[in-house]
């Protein structure tokens, strides 16, 4: 019968064909491996004097206690450091002496350093589709924002106001509804801690608390500005209007 259990070889005979020899008493077994000091990395993260877009990754430096240098560069010694930027701009992120560019994908390397991405690529499609709709709501707002002439600006803040604004807000206030006081998961995410950390830049642009109609999200934003070690960073950070 092809399910009938087979006796088991008796001891000391020879393995069968196609088996490998049994190791002798004390043959086979690895030495114990020596323990090895973790590697460790260097950090240095470039950008103005202001929270803005660096505000993200110097909460996620925060909350994983990573050491970093915050090289905050003034307007005078931006144009000889210009040249020297992958794209000319920044912020920049350098990484044992590699420097890279583009604020959310920092951001996403520092969240998986720090082990606040999801554990599927699902989860984490979740979390980046918040999180580039967040940048979005702040790209739009940010074309008003910084128009120059007075007149057209004048005429954009109304859909911003009155169209735009609500839109994003109330969407996002009821996926934090959905999802436990969280942005994304039902778990603390760098979603949670991005909105966070970009919640004053944006609220500077719009000239008020963009939050106060929203208690999902000021709840979000409550929550991680009290994490200890994202507490101590703001208790610490230097005072900026932006």
């Known amino acids: 019968m092809a399910d009938e259990a087979q006796a088991p070889p008796a001891e000391g005979a020879p393995p069968a064909e196609g088996e490998a020899a049994p190791p002798a008493e004390g043959e086979g077994e690895a030495a114990p491996a020596e323990p090895t ?8 993260l470039f950008y103005f004097n202001v929270k803005a877009l660096a505000e993200p990754l110097r909460y996620l430096f925060a909350y994983g206690a990573i050491e970093y240098e915050d090289v905050r560069v003034t307007r005078d010694e ?6 020297t930027m992958p794209m000319g701009q920044m912020p920049v992120l350098e990484v044992d002496g590699k420097r890279v560019h583009q604020s959310i994908s920092m951001a996403r390397f520092l ?3 720090v082990g606040l991405c999801g554990a599927t690529p699902w989860e984490d499609l979740q979390i ?3 999180v580039d709709t967040i940048n979005d709501f ?3 707002i940010a074309v008003v924002s910084y128009e120059p002439e007075d007149e057209i600006k004048e005429k954009k803040l109304v859909t911003l106001n009155a169209e735009v604004i609500p839109f994003y807000l109330e969407k996002l206030e009821q996926t934090v509804k959905d999802n436990d006081g ?3 998961l039902g778990k603390l995410t760098w979603a949670d801690v991005y909105f966070a ?5 944006m609220n500077y642009m719009v000239k008020r608390d963009l939050l106060e109609p929203y208690p999902a999200l000021r709840g979000v934003v409550d929550a991680i500005n009290a994490l ?5 960073w703001i208790e610490k950070r230097p005072v900026t209007e932006v």
Not at 37 to 44: A, F, G, L, Q, R
């Open 138 to 140: 702040r790209l739009k």
């Open 111 to 113: 969240a998986k350093t």
């Open 182 to 184: 969280h942005l994304a």
């Open 197 to 201: 950390g970009i919640t004053d830049y």
């Open 37 to 44: 000091e973790p590697i460790k990395h260097s950090y240095t």
């Open 78 to 83: 931006w144009p000889a450091l210009k040249p």
């Open 228 to 232: 200890e070690p994202i507490k101590a």
């Open 128 to 130: 980046d589709i918040v």
